[in-house]
Structure formats: C-alpha cells, structure tokens
C-alpha cells in the first residue's frame, strides 16, 4: 500500500466503492491524478507492444478519458472507437474531442465480428464481471491476424498491499476512496486466451526502478519506493488473434 495512502487511513474517512460509483466520482480528476508510477511504466512500455498504428482500425476497451485513443489518433489510425461503462468518464474524454466513444460492456461489445485491426484493453480487465467472457469478446472483434494488447497492475501487487485508489478533500477532510477489483494471474491469462484463440506473443513485467523515483517522490511515498524497488508493477501482454483456415 503506497505510503500516503497508510497515512490517510489513519486521519481520513476511507470508502469503498464499485467500478461505477468509485469512477463517477474520480472522473472529473482522474486525468489530473493518472501520472502515477504504474500509468507511467505501462505508457513507456505498451508503446513497444503495439503494431504501426497508422492506417488501422482501432478499438480502445475501456478508454476511461482517452489516454489510449489519443494515443492511436496521433499514430494515424484510420478509426478510433472508445468504448467505456462509465459515462462521466467518457464525458471527460469527449472534452478532448476526435474520438468516437461508446458507452458499452466490454463482456458485450457492440460491434461485428472481426470490426478491429488492433484492440487495446488499458487497466480495464480487473474490473470485469466475467474475465474470460471480456478475452473471448476482445477476440471476436478482432481481425484473425490481427492485435490486442491488454495491460494491468500486475498481481504482485495485491500482495504488497496495492489498491485502485484515490483521495479527495471535501471542505472539511481528506477522503480516501477504494475501488472494487479483482488482479488476475497468468495462468487464468492463457487459459482465457486459449479458449478465445489468441496466441500470447509478449508478455513484459516492468518493475520499479530507478526511473520511477520521481513518480513516487512526487506521492510522498519514497518508502514506498524502497520497498517496491525491483518488483514488476504492470502485467502486459501482447496477443495475436489465429488465423483459421478460412481466413
């Protein structure tokens, strides 16, 4: 658990919330709050996992305020859909204009068969209804041949006290609020994968070093870095959809 949260529990009235409520309430600063050491880390390195973008059709599940869709816009991306569950997020993202957005179930995507050349699907899946449903989803929408790639905060992190968290003063204290989720580990990864005929190509763990420093100064939480040091922070997979014999 990062260290200013161990400090808030202690002088802070802490809440937990669902998926919807917690997003419904974390929306409006959420982009002010998503430079963090995990966000950070996954950016750096979901960019090496990804195909050229230029000229394809992308889907972003789970875009939250945009991050990713902006993302494949300025790589040339033909189309860009955002699909998302919560709508005050997506009301963010459309602040920023440029996207197509969406307010749908990732376990129910609106979309045809083999709609998309490349899915990516950021910090979304610990919070799904049916894990192997949303794989078996990204799946179906995807072109054979073509890529998804997913990324989490790695498992680890539960075991060292990690939370999908954040705080907010109301006028009189500081409000600590915990969002419902549940971290998925790698064998539930293939066997999910395995059922939904993709093929995991890469997988890369990165883990906290040096680079990070400045992310968890700006927390308050260096002992938190000391004690993190080496330990891989986000779970990224990069996945390609088999080729059958009819395509």
């Known amino acids: 658990m990062p260290a200013w949260l161990r400090r808030l529990f202690t002088h802070s009235h802490v809440h937990h919330l669902s998926?919807?409520?917690g997003y419904a309430r974390w929306a409006k600063q959420y982009d002010d709050d998503a430079h963090n050491p995990a966000v950070n880390l996954e950016e750096q390195a979901i960019v090496r996992c990804l195909p050229a973008l230029d000229?394809?059709?992308?889907l972003d599940a789970g875009c939250g305020t945009g991050r990713q869709s902006i993302y494949a816009l300025n790589q040339g991306a033909r189309l860009v859909v955002g699909i998302d569950l919560s709508e005050p997020m997506l009301n963010q993202a459309r602040r920023k204009g440029r996207m197509k957005l969406l307010r749908a179930d990732l376990c129910v995507l609106p979309f045809s068969d083999?709609?998309?050349?490349?899915?990516?699907?950021?910090?979304?899946?610990?919070?799904?209804?049916?894990?192997?449903l949303a794989i078996a989803e990204l799946s179906r929408v995807t072109v054979p041949g073509g890529t998804v790639v997913v990324s989490d905060l790695h498992p680890?992190?539960?075991?060292?006290?990690?939370?999908?968290?954040f705080r907010h003063h109301d006028g009189t204290r500081m409000q600590v609020y915990l969002i419902d989720h549940t971290p998925h580990l790698y064998a539930e990864y293939t066997r999910a994968c395995r059922q939904s005929g993709l093929v995991i190509e890469e997988v890369v763990e990165p883990r906290v070093d040096e680079?990070?420093?400045p992310d968890?100064?700006?927390q308050g939480s260096l002992r938190a870095?000391?004690?993190?040091?080496?330990?891989?922070?986000?779970?990224?997979?990069?996945?390609r959809k088999i080729r059958t014999n009819a395509s």
């Open 19 to 21: 998926v919807q409520d």
């Open 55 to 58: 000229g394809r059709r992308v």
């Open 114 to 132: 083999a709609s998309f050349d490349v899915v990516i699907c950021s910090f979304t899946l610990d919070y799904v209804r049916d894990f192997s």
């Open 156 to 165: 680890f992190g539960s075991f060292v006290g990690w939370n999908r968290a």
């Open 211 to 213: 680079a990070a420093r």
């Open 216 to 218: 968890y100064e700006a």
């Open 225 to 239: 870095y000391e004690q993190h040091q080496g330990l891989p922070i986000v779970l990224i997979m990069r996945l």
